[in-house]
């Protein structure tokens, strides 16, 4: 005989949620004799009914939530997610939205260091304009306080070539743009990053655009720019663009504000500008920081750094994938003449003995080679003699140099100088240089 459930008798009760009025009158249940074995049977019955009901309460008390997100039956309530809610997150990340959230990399970790990392990719961007237009620097760094010494305004001017109009922009106002990164020389800066860097961290910590003022030569006005830096999509945004008159023939003067702080002593800015004036002493530099007095650093030598010259990279520095692109990009040219246009000190001889090495036919086309046999070859470059890249792209102060420059700034009874040979590491050559100053007033 069967009868209603007693879960069927109660009366619902006003205002009871939705999911418990679907619970109350959901189940009935059969109540006859049963032996033990169909007892059983109908106990994992009912539990696979309970099991129903909780999923009815669950769609009914939260009808909002996703079949992705539900929680699993007999889970902790955790929050699942398909491949295809996954995939829709996936998005394209700009160089200056990494750089924002990763400016440490960029020199940018504290206020102290990001004052000096500002000056210092001013300073180095008129540094290399001017020995690159073959004119003597005159460099002016000016520091000023702002908001009570909370924020201070960097404004560095030089006597450079300028900057064309059109140019303007994309230099101060982009990430990873410049000339210099495809070119194997020496140069202070490589990356196109450092000053407009240097931008986006006073845009971000003051709100202030860039102020740069860039004059190519003295019959044409200077054309002066507002700049911020669109971090979504890496490119400038011009916010005023005209023209002034200025009182110097040609240059560019860069202005930031920025949130830092100035600091005395190693590591500051005032170390930095000294060291910097000792190891340019063809250079004038004025400096007028934000406390104390201003300081001019006069040249000690008419004489400009020799001019590098672009070179080809050297085969000890060339790492194995490089290799691989190297030839594969070595259209319709041997082995052996993909060596030697490719790679400086590489003479006919030469390819040939590393070829014989590593066991390689030199006459084979070099972008058909297998990556076995490209190894084959990396491997075989480290077994050959090959000379010492040529010095000619990197430009050393030179000792007479470097001792005039210890004399610019300090008062000794002995000055040494040493400059190396230039030696290579992965494909660049380097030279170190070194000065000592002993005895006399210095402490």
Not at 340 to 352: K, L, P
Not at 392 to 413: C, H, M, Q, T, Y
């Amino acid at each position: 005989m069967a009868r209603r459930s007693g879960l069927a008798n109660k009366k619902s009760k006003v205002g009871a949620d939705k999911g418990q009025l679907l619970l109350d009158s959901f189940v009935t249940t059969n109540v006859v004799p049963l032996d033990r074995k169909r007892r059983e049977k109908s106990k994992k019955s009912h539990e696979k009914v309970k099991a129903v009901q909780q999923n009815v309460i669950l769609e009914a008390a939260a009808p909002d939530l996703t079949e992705a997100s539900r929680p699993e039956a007999g889970g902790k309530g955790r929050r699942r997610a398909t491949a295809e809610v996954l995939a829709a997150k996936q998005r394209d990340i700009s160089v200056a939205e990494f750089f924002t959230k990763n400016r440490h990399l960029l020199g940018f970790d504290n206020p102290a260091r990001a004052l000096l990392t500002t000056v210092k990719e001013a300073v180095d961007n008129g540094l290399d304009a001017c020995e690159e237009a073959g004119i003597l620097p005159d460099l002016k760094i000016i520091i000023s306080p702002l908001n009570a010494g909370e924020r201070f305004r960097v404004e560095v001017v030089d006597n450079g070539p300028g900057i064309i109009k059109a140019q303007i922009p994309k230099i101060f106002g982009k990430l990873l743009y410049g000339s210099k990164f495809h070119t194997l020389k020496q140069a202070r800066g490589q990356q196109g990053i450092g000053i407009s860097a240097a931008g986006m961290y006073g845009q971000l910590t003051t709100g202030a655009p860039m102020v740069i003022v860039s004059k190519v030569r003295d019959s044409l006005p200077a054309s002066k720019f507002l700049l911020r830096i669109d971090m979504q999509r890496n490119r400038p945004e011009i916010l005023q663009e005209t023209q002034v008159a200025v009182d110097w023939p040609h240059g560019t003067s860069v202005s930031i504000d920025l949130e830092s702080t100035y600091k005395k002593g190693p590591h500051s800015v005032d170390d930095y500008v000294e060291l910097t004036a000792v190891a340019n002493p063809h250079a004038t530099i004025f400096y007028k920081p934000p406390e104390g007095d201003e300081v001019r650093y006069e040249r000690t030598s008419a004489e400009l750094p020799p001019e590098t010259r672009e070179m080809k990279p050297h085969p000890y520095g060339v790492e194995l994938g490089m290799l691989i692109k190297i030839f594969q990009g070595s259209r319709k040219l041997k082995i052996r003449a993909a060596l030697m246009h490719n790679f400086a000190r590489v003479s006919s001889r030469i390819a040939s003995e590393i070829c014989t090495k590593a066991g390689v036919n030199e006459e084979a086309a070099a972008e058909k080679l297998p990556p076995e046999q490209v190894e084959a070859v990396y491997k075989a470059i480290r077994q050959v003699k090959i000379m010492a890249p040529p010095s000619k792209s990197v430009a050393p102060i030179g000792e007479d140099l470097i001792i005039a420059g210890l004399k610019r700034k300090f008062e000794a009874d002995y000055y040494f100088s040493c400059t190396r040979p230039p030696a290579v590491y992965r494909g660049n050559p380097f030279i170190i240089e070194a000065g000592i100053a002993y005895g006399g007033k210095l402490p």
